[in-house]
């Protein structure tokens, strides 16, 4: 990724975290991305409720946000959308927001008898550490927070 594509993520990330006018809308991720088509500036937003009208309206925001600021040369596609169903769980704050709720983590670092992957439900989540359930072994974990490389929601039907 450019230097110039970093410095327009950031700051379009910096601006919609301090001046989002919409209650309950907040900011997941911004990615702005050189592909086949052109480039792409991609604003993920999240919320309680958060669906296709907040998509709208923050699309509606940053566009008119840019074409003042003229932050971006040439030609850009962009895309605002939500995290998905099956959306990644990157902090406590996240595992909170969800607990009760399946997940699959990948740890960084192997536990117990050289273990890496759990899929089970967020049981208790404090500081450091969640403690998830793992139904078929009828098992509750222990999981650093830190020690987490990557975790997902699981869509549970």
Not at 117 to 138: P, Q
Request: with cysteine; net charge neutral.
């Amino acid at each position: 990724m450019s230097i110039v594509h970093k410095k327009i993520e950031h700051t379009v990330r910096d601006y919609l975290k301090n001046n989002l006018p919409f209650d309950g809308v907040e900011i997941f991720d911004v990615t702005y991305r050189r592909e086949r088509a052109g480039n792409v500036l991609r604003v993920i937003i999240d919320g309680e409720n958060v669906g296709l009208e907040e998509c709208a309206k923050v699309s509606n925001f940053v566009y008119e946000w840019l074409d003042n600021e003229d932050l971006i040369e040439g030609k850009y596609s962009l895309e605002v959308s939500t995290p998905g169903i099956d959306r990644p769980l990157r902090n406590q704050k996240d595992f909170l927001r969800y607990k009760g709720k399946v997940c699959k983590i990948t740890l960084i670092n192997p536990v117990g008898e050289n273990r890496k992957n759990f899929k089970g439900k967020i049981m208790e989540v404090n500081e450091d550490k969640i403690i998830i359930y793992v139904e078929h072994e009828s098992k509750h974990f222990d999981i650093d927070i830190k020690n987490i490389k990557k975790a997902k929601l699981e869509i549970d039907f």
